[in-house]
């Protein structure tokens, strides 16, 4: 008897674990993306785009495809996303697992001014630089345009969302990166001060290490907290044990 899976997915570790999934047998598997990037990497299984309409469409989904278990691995700022699985699972009963990538730390060097927001992000600003490496993602970006006097470099995987500050040069890419191309990055465009959410991760975190070497100060926005009662594991491992499906 086959097993269906219902994977949120948009990041690296959700598409190894759709890899994982679809290469094992009586396991179909179902990754659900959000739309928001508009070139999505290739993914094993079968993959659907948008949407479910609240907690209440997803649970109907999960009923209607008789979804074994849910998996959401979304983004860590995903927190919508996170909390309406969390109800649709409770509501159908069906088992769900929360794979988040552990978050950074700092170490020694480092320069970091956590926030809980990106409005708290903006307000930090004039008082630690002038030329801003903002790496935030595409959305979001309205809290930081009222800062006039700034100039932004803007990095995402699509183009920013307006309205952005009016000083603004946007550079579209995606990683992984390297240490010396985000230390050249850093000194070609002059930044002194960059800004990032805690997403984790080794594809964007040589950003961290060269802002470190060149003593740039980091505004950290925290991740949102998980809904009451719902804790992740860090790894695709975890995930599949908490799926009862061991190492292939």
Avoid: C, Y
């Avoid at 919508?80 to 170490?107: D, E, F, H, Y």
């Avoid at 390297?178 to 991760?201: A, C, F, Q």
């Amino acid at each position: 008897m086959s097993r269906h899976f219902l994977l949120l997915g948009g990041t690296t570790e959700a598409r190894e674990l759709a890899g994982e999934l679809a290469a094992r047998p009586g396991v179909r598997v179902t990754t659900s993306l959000a739309g928001r990037v508009s070139r999505p990497g290739a993914l094993e299984g079968e993959v659907r785009i948008g949407g479910f309409g609240g907690a209440d469409g997803l649970a109907e989904w999960l009923r209607h495809h008789r979804v074994d278990a849910v998996v959401d691995a979304t983004h860590p700022f995903a927190s919508g996303i996170t909390a309406n699985a969390a109800r649709a699972a409770a509501v159908t009963g069906t088992p769900a697992v929360v794979l988040r990538r552990p978050g950074w730390q700092s170490g020694t060097g480092d320069r970091w001014h956590p926030v809980d927001s990106l409005a708290e992000a903006a307000a930090l600003l004039p008082d630690l630089g002038r030329r801003v490496f903002l790496t935030t993602g595409r959305l979001g970006l309205a809290a930081f345009a009222d800062l006039a006097r700034l100039h932004f470099l803007v990095r995402s995987v699509d183009a920013p969302e307006p309205p952005l500050p009016a000083d603004t040069e946007v550079l579209l890419a995606r990683g992984p990166f390297t240490v010396d191309g985000e230390r050249s990055l850093l000194l070609g465009h002059r930044i002194d001060v960059l800004v990032t959410k805690d997403s984790g991760g080794a594809a964007t975190a040589a950003k961290l290490t060269a802002a470190r070497d060149l003593g740039i100060p980091v505004v950290v926005v925290r991740r949102p907290p998980l809904p009451h009662g719902v804790s992740a594991v860090p790894d695709v491992a975890s995930a599949l044990a908490l799926l009862d499906l061991g190492p292939g």
